[in-house]
């Protein structure tokens, strides 16, 4: 079993910054690649940002610039500094990380979800 657990939610001010945390912990022999999504009411969920084990970085085109993703390999997180929030980007996020239990075997594993609401 592997398990995502979310930290760092919260409300923030228009133009202000929070940190998102995640760690995985379980039954893990590699993490590869690690994402953050998010939903936004009444909208579907969408993929943020994604890093690779080796550090290569995409996100989306709506947070270039204001967010980063960063991940420690070595205690299995994964990060996403916000920077410069817009209400726009009020929703709940989610960690996401296709984790190989063995050689063999990847699988796909979700967190729970922190809630982000930025206001005006």
């Known amino acids: 079993q592997v398990h995502l657990m979310e930290s760092g939610g919260g409300l923030a001010q228009s133009g202000g910054s929070l940190r998102l945390s995640c760690v995985a912990s379980?039954?893990?022999?590699?993490?590869?690649?690690m994402y953050w999504y998010r939903r936004a009411p009444g909208k579907q969920r969408e993929l943020v940002a994604s890093?690779?084990?080796?550090?290569?970085?995409n996100y989306i085109d709506s947070v270039k610039g204001r967010f980063t993703i960063s991940r420690d390999n070595g205690k299995n997180t994964v990060a996403l500094q916000m920077s410069s929030l817009k209400e726009d980007d009020t929703a709940v996020y989610y960690c996401?990380?296709?984790?190989?239990?063995?050689?063999?075997?990847?699988?796909?594993?979700w967190g729970h979800g922190t809630q982000v609401t930025v206001s005006s």
């Open positions: 890093i690779t084990s080796g550090g290569v970085t």
């Open positions: 996401n990380a296709a984790v190989q239990v063995s050689p063999k075997y990847e699988f796909n594993y």
């Open positions: 379980g039954d893990i022999y590699k993490i590869n690649d």
